[in-house]
């Protein structure tokens, strides 16, 4: 088993619909979740961290099941500019080692 | 604040040549971090440091591809006798001690080109 899985996609969606990702870890003592967006050809970028509790950030929230060790990534009203791929990332360490674990990403086309 | 800093922003080498990758981590970060990006393909990630340290390395091939990440200057990822093989997007990313809700800030890459 992967320790991050995302499911690939491709989604493809219209402007203006919800879209729900989905990614599971494997390590039930991870300490810190993040949703990262990639457009083509560019860096990583920090979209949101993901807290126990849930959190929203304008269209986009977040997730976190430790029970079931899932992160969910809900994007409403969908807009052009949200398609990329969106990454899942895990911090499965405490301490002073601070590597993330990646998952492959899902990609995301918003179609006018 | 400047972000993380890569440069060249595009490397172009022969094969048999050697590439030297740089990168300045955003300032009060002391961890860095290399990954490896093909064309269509995913994140793979290469090594990890800190200040004059080697933290995981499990991502380098075993040949050829080296790191390092000085007291004084940038990190450097050195790759030997180069190969088609190794053109990609290669990433540096940083981030701070301590704060582990605080993830990484990438640079904008070097992208190697193999002919």
């Known amino acids: 088993r992967k320790e991050v899985e995302q499911d690939p996609g491709p989604f493809n969606v219209p402007e203006g619909a919800t879209v729900a990702f989905n990614c599971t870890y494997s390590?039930?003592?991870?300490?810190?979740f993040f949703w990262y967006r990639q457009d083509c050809r560019k860096e990583p970028k920090l979209l949101m961290s993901v807290y126990s509790s849930g959190n929203e950030d304008g269209r986009f929230t977040a997730q976190l099941n430790r029970a079931s060790q899932y992160i969910s990534l809900l994007i409403r009203d969908s807009k052009l500019s949200d398609s990329a791929t969106y990454l899942c990332?895990?911090?499965?360490?405490?301490?002073?080692?601070?590597?993330?674990?990646w998952g492959l990403g899902t990609s995301l086309g918003v179609n006018p | 604040n400047a972000g993380v800093m890569q440069n060249p922003r595009h490397l172009v080498r022969r094969r048999g040549q050697e590439a030297r990758l740089r990168c300045s981590p955003m300032k009060g970060h002391s961890h860095v971090y290399w990954y490896r990006q093909l064309p269509e393909e995913g994140l793979k990630f290469m090594v990890y440091?800190?200040?004059?340290?080697?933290?995981?390395e499990s991502g380098m091939p075993k040949e050829r591809f080296s790191a390092e990440f000085p007291k004084e200057g940038p990190s450097i990822l050195r790759i030997q006798q180069v190969v088609r093989g190794d053109s990609a997007a290669y990433f540096c990313?940083?981030?701070?001690?301590?704060?582990?809700?605080?993830?990484?800030?990438f640079g904008s890459g070097t992208r190697l080109t193999v002919v």
């Open positions: 390590n039930s003592a991870s300490q810190s």
């Open positions: 990332v895990v911090m499965p360490n405490a301490g002073n080692n601070r590597k993330l674990i």
């Open positions: 440091l800190q200040k004059e340290n080697i933290i995981d």
């Open positions: 990313a940083s981030s701070p001690l301590g704060q582990t809700n605080y993830g990484y800030t």
